[in-house]
């Protein structure tokens, strides 16, 4: 690796949209570390894997000392990791409360108060964090209402984030899709999901790896959250 590699730690980078992102950076150049629970070993030297769950905070430790062991620095964090219930209010669970506080809300906290650490000595970096249209635009469709406490804090925590760090070189900034073909929705599921977004269609890992590396780009841009849904944030 040469001093001017950049490095992306991406989180939930086993399957689905961050396996693409894992990929999207690759291509750029970046070396990126990644993590989920049941992720595997890398045939790539350039992609360190780190198994762990991360609403176990030791795992956010974890993370982010074996990307500056293993590669030195910290340019990007990619907060993907996250679940996802719909359920009708009522019947959550105390249990789903817990998951889902544990790793889309505590797992945020843990792992991005530690990574922008690196960042601020660095004086540059990128927060980036994986949300959902639902919090902007709720559907009677997908009752899911512990998705919209969780992620909806997120993008507000991205602003917040944004502002306080403008004047340090690191940026923060969210992508918020709409529903996208990856292994957790059934094929079977697609036409009716299809519905939901005004262009009739659901959305592609790339186009959100897309929306990912535009934002790594745009380096005057800070707190913005990126809709790609297909217009669902829009209205129907």
């Known amino acids: 690796m040469t ?54 905070p030791d795992t956010a430790a974890r993370v982010v000392d074996a990307a500056l062991e293993r590669f030195g620095r910290i340019d990007t964090l990619v907060n993907n990791a996250g679940l996802f219930l719909a359920k009708p209010f009522t019947a959550y669970t105390d249990d789903d409360f817990a998951a889902m506080i544990g790793l889309n809300l505590a797992g945020f906290f843990a792992t991005t108060r530690r990574a922008v650490v690196p960042m601020l000595e660095q004086g540059a970096g990128h927060v980036l964090t994986i949300t959902t249209s639902l919090v902007d635009h709720a559907l009677s469709a997908v009752p899911s209402v512990l998705a919209s406490l969780t992620k909806g804090g997120l993008d507000a ?32 599921a697609h036409g009716a999901y299809a519905t939901l977004h005004p262009m009739g269609r659901m959305g592609e890992v790339e186009e959100i790896v897309h929306a990912a590396l535009y934002l790594e780009t745009a380096a005057f841009v800070t707190g913005e959250t990126l809709h790609v849904d297909g217009g669902q944030s829009a209205g129907h």
């Open 157 to 188: 925590a991205t602003r917040s984030l944004a502002v306080e760090y403008a004047g340090t070189g690191v940026r923060v900034n969210a992508v918020s899709p709409g529903i996208i073909k990856t292994p957790m929705h059934p094929v079977e």
């Open 3 to 56: 001093v001017e590699q950049k490095v992306a730690l991406v989180t939930g980078a086993s399957r689905g949209i961050g396996a693409g992102i894992v990929e999207g950076y690759r291509k750029q150049g970046y070396a990126v570390v990644a993590t989920s629970r049941s992720i595997p070993a890398s045939d790539d030297p350039q992609v360190h894997t780190v198994r762990g769950d991360l609403a176990d």
